[in-house]
């Protein structure tokens, strides 16, 4: 983040230095409303030079299944900063998500949605709406390691990092401090996966504390999403995981009524992406028809990130006003208040003649407020001490009685290593299961020492990493398919793997 940091500051000294950019024009509308962006933005005299880069349908139909032409990483790399008009992905085989590869290619480690509602202007039940989205960009169920590890299982991995969560929960402390935000809302479900989103959660209280200026609450995410969408004027800025954020920035989008208007921003160490949450609209490209909007709130976020934060505030204002005065596109026409619907190109003019002037109804945009810089400081890595205390073995087995596998697992005593239970998809079914239970093909078998006891936290004596082996072998031999294994460890003492339903 230091060259970032760097960058921040040099520009915030000089608000119109050059800030060169990577930009797409994309598909369907894409160019329509890139030219009327990049025109409002020269206007404000925010100083851009576009590199234009080649991605997205025309690429895909080349015979490049990833979208993006070699020339145009090259661009990517050289300025950090891209502008994304919206692509279309031809349909068919084999052709890649252009977003996930660019998030993955360039670490973009944030996905960063603000969601207003700009009521009465544009159609909404919440007026009064204006909400961040911090979403972790890389990490939870999207890492997308899926497994079918028997006839009738198949598995995703939940992967879930401290340096991933450090950073995500500093960015939302810091993206509020930046922009003068009040409060930051985490959204877990640490009461069901303790260990995962425990993790996120414990990480977002002890950063919390770094900043006292900033007030900080926890929801579990299912009443969390069902008060956003129900009282979405309570919330300022909200960070999650991967999944919970893609849901909810849609939802926030979807009630705030503003999917055609709201930008999006892909932030990573080095390199950050802009772009528009809507598609490319086919259905209306060429007309120029097109609402601008999302995209120019994208370069609005793409001039507060690099410092530019009073260009942003100008363009922003000018472009409220323009949406006070009634000047609409056809998306948001209201036949109560719209004064004329205006064309693509009609209502970025609209937007220049009304810079350097304020909304006297919506919220005025006050971006230069905050202090303008993110700082995000290297992870520091702190040893623990790892210690085996067991293995969770998986087997594929067609029985159907716990009791049968249970009895033969619970004869093998290898090397002082002991069957300890069984579950089925997480519920105890050895011993002492209830007949009730309905039981897969995938067991899991958990061996540890035979003499440990379970002592609140601290609970299995060390396991040598050969016995767990050993232990394979001899199911192996015993004619079981172990599909998998799963260490059991403590860390500083303190259990490490989750106890099964009923243990
Ligand atoms: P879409 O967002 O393109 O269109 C949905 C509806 O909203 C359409 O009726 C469209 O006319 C309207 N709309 C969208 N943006 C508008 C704007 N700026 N002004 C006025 N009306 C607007 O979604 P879709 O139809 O599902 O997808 C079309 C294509 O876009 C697909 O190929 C899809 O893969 C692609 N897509 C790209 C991105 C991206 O590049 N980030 C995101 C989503 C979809």
């Not at 993790?199 to 969390?224: C, M, R, T, W």
């Not at 809507?278 to 028809?289: E, L, R, T």
């Not at 899991?444 to 394979?472: H, M, T, W």
Request: aromatic share 8%.
């Amino acid at each position: 983040m230091e060259k970032l940091q760097t960058k921040n500051k040099a520009q915030r000294v000089n608000n119109y230095n050059v800030t060169k950019v990577a930009v797409a024009y994309g598909d369907g509308i894409g160019p329509e409303i890139m030219d009327a962006t990049l025109k409002i933005l020269d206007a404000a005299g925010a100083n851009i030079q576009a590199d234009k880069i080649e991605i997205g349908e025309q690429v895909y139909l080349s015979g490049n299944s990833s979208g993006i032409e070699k020339s145009a990483w090259e661009t990517i790399n050289k300025n950090k900063l891209i502008l994304k008009a919206p692509i279309t992905t031809p349909q068919g085989k084999g052709y890649k998500s252009l977003n996930v590869t660019l998030r993955k290619a360039l670490g973009l480690f944030a996905n960063v949605r603000p969601v207003s509602a700009f009521a009465p202007y544009v159609e909404t039940n919440f007026a009064g709406m204006d909400v961040v989205v911090v979403r972790e960009n890389e990490e939870d169920l999207y890492a997308g390691i899926e497994h079918q590890q028997t006839q009738d299982v198949v598995q995703c991995l939940k992967l879930i990092t401290r340096p991933g969560c450090e950073k995500i929960v500093r960015y939302a402390f810091e993206y509020a401090r930046a922009y003068g935000r009040k409060k930051v809302t985490c959204m877990v479900k640490d009461n069901i996966m303790k260990l995962t989103d425990g993790l996120f959660h414990n990480v977002f209280k002890e950063i919390a504390l770094a900043y006292p200026d900033i007030e900080s609450n926890s929801q579990i995410i299912d009443i969390g999403s069902a008060r956003l969408a129900a009282t979405p004027q309570n919330y300022d800025v909200i960070v999650t995981s991967n999944l919970y954020g893609d849901i909810i920035s849609d939802i926030a989008a979807e009630i705030a009524g503003s999917v055609g208007m709201a930008g999006s921003a892909n932030i990573g160490t080095n390199v950050a992406m802009f772009e528009a949450i809507h598609g490319s609209a086919p259905d209306i490209a060429g007309k120029k028809v097109a609402n601008p909007s999302g995209l120019l709130n994208a370069a609005i976020m793409l001039l507060s990130h690099v410092g530019k934060t009073q260009i942003a505030d100008n363009i922003k204002n000018a472009w409220l006003k323009t949406l006070e005065d009634c000047y609409h596109t056809a998306d948001i026409y209201q036949e109560a208040i719209t004064k004329e619907v205006v064309s693509t190109g009609e209502f970025a003019n609209r937007v220049i003649d009304n810079l350097g002037k304020l909304p006297t109804q919506l919220p005025v945009s006050k971006l230069s407020e905050g202090n303008g810089e993110i700082k995000i400081p290297e992870y520091v890595r702190k040893e623990q001490k790892q210690v085996l205390v067991g293995v969770d073995i998986f087997i594929n087995w067609k029985g159907k009685n716990p009791n049968e596998i249970g009895d033969i697992l619970n004869n093998i005593n290898s090397f002082k290593m002991k069957l300890k239970m069984i579950t089925n998809r997480g519920v105890k079914v050895y011993p002492n299961g209830l007949a009730e239970t309905y039981c897969t093909d995938h067991w899991r078998c958990r061996f540890v020492d035979i003499d440990s006891k379970i002592d609140g936290e601290k609970i299995y004596n060390p396991v040598d990493f050969e016995k767990v082996i050993a232990l394979q072998s001899i199911l192996h031999h015993k004619g079981f398919e172990v599909i998998k294994t799963e260490n059991l460890y403590e860390f500083d003492g303190k259990r490490a793997f989750s106890l099964g339903q009923g243990e």
